[in-house]
């Protein structure tokens, strides 16, 4: 699956800055206005009021304008009912999409960067079978110098924590500022980053740092950024795909 598909089926929940709204309209004619819960491109979780809310029934096929505040104009799919659930005073339903190669064309940029915008700021952890080293440098009066090499433990989008050999701290020294460098499956491209000492935690294993990156330190921070979201949301969808089976 590629990497934009991976990304966006990572499902997330529209907040108020993206004015997210659905309209339905079911084969007969009849419309009713809901509000989006959760969306990915498979699908979307929807909200009516009871009073408002049309009665529909698993496997029956709709239409669908999904608006926001994001796109240029609504995007019009057709939906299949895959589940419903009745409260006191709300109706909620789930919709699947029909016609991926269709929607994959159709759903603009910015629907995408929506799952940037969620998932890329919540940590992943790597594959236990498949560590990932990160080496560990600073500055000095010769210039950038080698402290050793750490195991990633976690990253996302503005951070990461490295797990290092007890006597690291001892040769980091006073310094707070680290350059980092590692590569992310499944491209492993070389990242350098310029980071920021958060905080140091003595652990059993060894010393375990929080590490928050500096874009202005860091040379072509952007591509480098955009590594990282890829790896971070394969990693969601992997874990998804875990929890599915």
């Known amino acids: ?88 005073s709300e109706r909620d339903y789930s919709f699947h999409f029909q016609g991926q190669g269709k929607i994959d064309t159709e759903f603009p940029q910015e629907f995408y960067e929506m799952f940037n915008r969620r998932g890329a700021y919540r940590a992943v952890e790597p594959e236990n079978e498949n560590p990932i080293d990160v080496g560990l440098r600073i500055p000095d009066s010769a210039g950038i110098r080698s402290v050793g090499i750490a195991r990633l433990m976690n990253i996302s989008a503005t951070g990461m924590g490295a797990l290092a050999e007890p006597d690291t701290d001892q040769v980091m020294g006073d310094n707070q500022f680290v350059e980092l460098s590692l590569g992310l499956p499944p491209n492993m491209t070389a990242i350098n980053l310029g980071a920021w000492i958060h905080n140091r935690e003595v652990q059993e294993q060894g010393i375990y740092y929080g590490l928050k990156f500096d874009a202005q330190r860091s040379q072509d921070f952007l591509a480098m950024e955009e590594e990282i979201v890829d790896y971070v949301m394969c990693r969601y969808y992997d874990k998804m795909q875990q929890r599915a089976l």
């Not at 709204?21 to 909200?47: C, F, K, M, P, Y």
């Not at 096929?61 to 999904?66: A, C, D, G, N, P």
């Not at 609504?74 to 409260?87: H, Q, W």
Request: avoid cysteine.
């Open 1 to 88: 699956m590629g990497q934009q598909n991976r990304r966006a089926s990572y499902r997330v929940t529209p907040d108020s800055a993206d004015e997210m709204a659905v309209t339905l309209q079911t084969l007969s004619g009849q419309h009713s206005a809901a509000e989006v819960i959760d969306i990915n491109v498979d699908g979307a979780g929807t909200r009516f009021a009871s009073d408002e809310a049309i009665a529909l029934g698993i496997g029956e096929r709709v239409k669908l304008s999904l608006s926001s505040s994001r796109f240029s104009a609504p995007v019009e799919l057709e939906a299949t009912v895959v589940g419903k659930k009745e409260r006191e």
